[in-house]
């Protein structure tokens, strides 16, 4: 048995006995309580009556001073056997006679001074005046002992507890089976209960067919039941369904993964190729060239010379191209590492390198303080690097060249600027400034392959910033680079990139 | 001073064997340069071995390595040279066209003595292969324990 159906079953049957038994003995108590006093009633009203015939009858013994008449009226007690005494008192209160005769001394020897009647230890007592024509003869004296009272109450109080004890039965016999109507079904939900808190099986129903609460109560748990079964179905099925989408997401994300990292490797594999192979032909064209001319140089004449001379230029200005190609490539793919930069350093350092360019240079420079910004220190050295070499190419024939170099700084970003006095640009090519071999200038104005500031806008962009840039033809350009001050990650970059 | 001992040049393009040893030439390298033409042939003239079994005895003084060869590469070659007890001191140079850092990085961590980027500028190259390649075999000092060659 499960303790919970125990208990429920136990509390009904005890509630409705402790009640039963409750009433019963109380009413019992009552009755036995109610016959008591209507029997000490009876009993004293008997022995008044009793008085009063043993007082009329002993008038004239009174009257004539005859106390063995007295005797023999109080001797007619012997009928009764619950008598215990009698006795008779003369107007002074004195003994006149008593009953038991032989027993004389039982009896007190002046009359008691209280009338009436009364109870006193097992016995009761009646004391009353024997009256003739308004005159007091004496007193008659009456003691009763209690044994037909207790006769009757023992009797009562069995008749009762008998009674009581038959009704408890049947209480208990009939709580055990009403109970059954109230306990069965609970019991039946607790095990339902039971076994879907244990079991979390939800397809449980309670069967419990009642029209009272406890059917309502039954219903209410099935519907919550079916409700957390349809709910918990749904939730299994979006569950299995997030997993495959999850799965699918994964299984994408790894495809996708392997064919970025195969493109790359092919991308790298390339790269090499060119590095190597590439440049191999081009060494040799160049360096039979220059054989030619130190060995052949007489043999030719000033047309042949200008063509090995040329076949010698173009050579080396190919090997300058696939050397800022793969600086580019390289550029897009390689690592990046994350420090503090300190731009006005950067700046310093590009200006030491391009120290040989400047030589013989009137460039009035004017480098404002620049701020720190989060990024890598080799790829923004590379940016100013051309940032300034290109301000000093294109101010050349400039008396003085005028190179500025500011910072302005806004909550997010800070916006480095370049600012020259030289060659300019027309706007209108504006968008083919920043393109990979893209040139504003002939070879002859001013030398160069094209790949600087694509270089630098694909560095800023991999920082997660931007480059634009103003000019006007023959007035100078101005160059801005925008680099976040948070380190912001690849994706944007890459997206870009 | 004495004797001049070999160099091995082991490069596979007949162009740049031409070109290399024009520029030696050039520079009055007096030394003999032994060509071979891919890895296997190199290792097997530096171990005596096939059809360098009967090439009279000795190591040479400098080793110039192509690194990208047939059959064996030379950063294979290299590796082998190091790990043989006989052959780690022979200098080694590698020439390349690569610059690739990953390349660099790679004969460096094998024990290279020297990496040259064969340059473009065919006067660069001739200064590389003077400063880099001839500072062994023209002044004849090996490092301590390579075997002389007898005078």
Redesign the interface.
């Known amino acids: 048995m499960k303790p919970s159906r125990t208990s429920i079953r136990r509390k009904l049957v005890t509630a409705m006995m402790l009640t039963s038994t409750t009433v019963l003995v109380l009413t019992g108590a009552a009755l036995i309580l109610y016959d008591v006093a209507s029997s000490r009633r009876a009993l004293v009203h008997s022995l008044t009556t009793r008085a009063e015939i043993l007082a009329a009858n002993s008038t004239a013994a009174l009257a004539f001073d005859n106390p063995d008449d007295a005797t023999r009226v109080l001797a007619a007690l012997r009928s009764d056997p619950s008598t215990v005494m009698a006795a008779l008192y003369d107007r002074h209160g004195q003994l006149f006679a008593n009953y038991p005769s032989h027993r004389a001394s039982t009896a007190p020897g002046s009359a008691p001074v209280r009338m009436g009647s009364w109870f006193e230890h097992s016995s009761v007592v009646v004391h009353r005046p024997v009256i003739e024509d308004g005159r007091t003869l004496g007193t008659v004296y009456l003691q009763s002992d209690l044994r037909a009272l207790t006769g009757r109450l023992r009797v009562f109080t069995l008749v009762v507890l008998l009674a009581v004890v038959g009704s408890v039965g049947v209480a208990f016999a009939l709580s055990t089976w009403l109970q059954r109507g109230i306990a069965t079904p609970i019991g039946t939900l607790a095990e339902a209960a039971r076994r879907v808190s244990e079991g979390k099986e939800h397809s449980v129903r309670a069967n419990v067919v009642s029209d009272d609460e406890l059917g309502l109560l039954a219903g209410a748990f099935n519907e919550m039941l079916g409700e957390i079964q349809q709910r918990d179905a749904a939730l299994r099925g979006s569950e299995a369904r997030l997993r495959q989408l999850n799965g699918d997401l994964e299984r994408r994300v790894q495809l996708r993964t392997a064919e970025l990292e195969a493109s790359n490797r092919e991308l790298e594999a390339f790269s ?1 190729s060119v ?2 192979d590439l ?2 032909p ?3 064209i ?3 060239a ?2 030619l001319q ?1 060995q052949s140089r007489a043999n030719l004449d000033e047309k042949g010379r200008r063509y090995v001379e040329t076949i010698s230029e173009s ?2 200005h190919m ?1 300058a191209l696939i ?1 800022d190609l ?1 600086s580019f490539s390289r550029m897009g793919r390689s690592e990046m590492q994350q420090a503090s930069v300190n731009l006005e350093r950067i700046v310093a350092e590009a200006r030491a390198t391009l120290s040989v360019d400047i030589a013989g240079r009137e460039i009035v420079w004017q480098v404002s303080p620049l701020p720190e910004v989060p990024g890598d220190p080799a790829m923004l050295q590379l940016v100013f690097t051309n940032l300034l070499s290109n301000a000093i190419k294109y101010t050349r024939g400039r008396t003085p060249a005028r190179i500025d170099v500011g910072a302005t700084a806004d909550e997010d970003e800070v916006v480095v600027y370049v600012r020259d006095n030289g060659a300019g640009f027309d706007m209108a090519y504006l968008d083919k400034l920043f393109g990979v071999f893209q040139r504003l200038h002939s070879a002859e104005e001013f030398e160069g392959t094209g790949i600087g500031l694509a270089n630098v806008r694909r560095i800023v962009l991999r920082h997660g910033g931007r480059v634009w840039a103003e000019g006007k033809l023959d007035e100078g350009a101005t160059f801005y680079v925008s680099l976040p001050k948070e380190v912001a990650g690849e994706r944007q970059n890459r997206e870009a990139a | 001073m004495g004797e001049l001992r070999r160099v091995m040049l082991a490069e596979d393009n007949l162009k740049d064997v031409e070109l290399t040893l024009a520029a030696l030439d050039e520079h009055n390298l007096a030394n003999e340069v032994v060509v071979v033409r891919d890895g296997a042939e190199a290792w097997e003239y530096l171990c005596r071995e096939g059809r360098y079994a009967a090439r009279p005895v000795g190591l040479p003084a400098v080793v110039l390595l192509d690194l990208k060869m047939p059959k064996i590469d030379g950063l294979e070659v290299l590796r082998r040279m190091k790990s043989s007890e006989a052959l780690r001191s022979i200098p080694v140079v590698m020439l390349t066209s690569s610059r690739e850092e990953k390349d660099l990085v790679e004969s460096y961590r094998l024990g290279a003595n020297a990496y040259v980027v064969k340059p473009v500028d065919f006067e660069r190259f001739i200064a590389a292969v003077k400063n880099l390649g001839l500072f062994w075999a023209v002044f004849n000092e090996p490092p301590p324990g390579t075997v002389r060659r007898a005078a």
């Open positions: 090499y590095s190597h440049r191999a081009l060494r040799h160049n360096g039979f220059d054989l130190r050579a080396k090997g050397d793969l």
